[in-house]
């Protein structure tokens, strides 16, 4: 039993060399395998470096579309902007901005900037000052800030002021207002339905009503 058991196994054997023997003679099928990859491969390298360079500068499709304007939505605001801030100098050189919780330019051809919670700093000879507003609206290109109701001004030098439908020209720190005023200086107090001011000079001119009230000894002379 043994005996025959080898004798199998070496046919087995003799028959696997032959199959191998067979596949690599020359001629052969794996002969003719490696001579094909041998040519094929460095044409599909060719090809594909070729590809590479072609494909990016192949023209591109371009989508276009049409659009219905009986259905596109049409935004009511050109522009919006919270907690904005615009920089800015007036003819001096001195530097001044406003800044806003919320800015609206409707239109850019307008050139009107609607703001709430408006705020200008202002620099002037004897300090800084601060004109604070619920809301206004700002012309860009005359640089004029006008305030519809109440607007408080603090000066650093102790000038305060409380005015209503106000303008102020932010260039030449000229301000006008309508809507009555009343306030407060070094040397006392004042009131009046109109007024016009040059915050540079510190000069006021009071109409309609004007009451001054001026406390002795407290009077800056120049």
């Known amino acids: 039993m043994v005996f025959r058991q080898r004798r199998i196994e070496t046919q087995e054997a003799k028959q696997r060399r032959s199959l191998r023997k067979h596949w690599a003679e020359p001629g052969g099928s794996h002969d003719?395998?490696?001579g094909f990859l041998a040519r094929a491969l460095p044409m599909g390298v060719g090809v594909l470096a070729a590809l590479m360079?072609?494909?990016?500068l192949s023209p591109r499709?371009?989508?276009s579309f049409l659009l219905d304007r009986n259905k596109v939505a049409v935004i009511d605001n050109r522009l919006r902007v919270?907690?904005?801030l615009?920089?800015?100098a007036d003819a001096r050189g001195r530097p001044f901005s406003l800044t806003a919780g919320e800015a609206v330019q409707r239109s850019s051809a307008e050139g009107i900037v609607r703001m709430n919670d408006l705020v200008a700093r202002l620099l002037l000879d004897d300090g800084p000052a601060r004109l604070i507003a619920e809301a206004g609206q700002y012309d860009i290109d005359q640089e004029v800030v006008s305030v519809v109701g109440p607007m408080r001004m603090l000066a650093a030098d102790g000038y305060r002021m409380l005015a209503r439908d106000v303008s102020v020209d932010l260039a030449t720190k000229q301000l006008t207002g309508a809507g009555g005023v009343?306030?407060?200086i070094p040397a006392g107090t004042f009131s009046?339905?109109?007024l016009t001011a040059d915050l540079s000079a510190r000069t006021i001119t009071l109409t309609g009503n004007a009451r001054l009230r001026m406390e002795p000894g407290k009077l800056r002379m120049p």
Not at 53 to 56: A, F, G, L, R, Y
Request: charged share 30%; proline share 5%; glycine share 14%.
């Open 86 to 88: 615009y920089r800015g």
């Open 192 to 194: 009046a339905d109109r």
């Open 53 to 56: 360079v072609i494909t990016p």
């Open 61 to 63: 499709g371009e989508v």
């Open 82 to 84: 919270d907690n904005a």
């Open 32 to 34: 003719r395998l490696v």
């Open 182 to 184: 009343e306030g407060a």
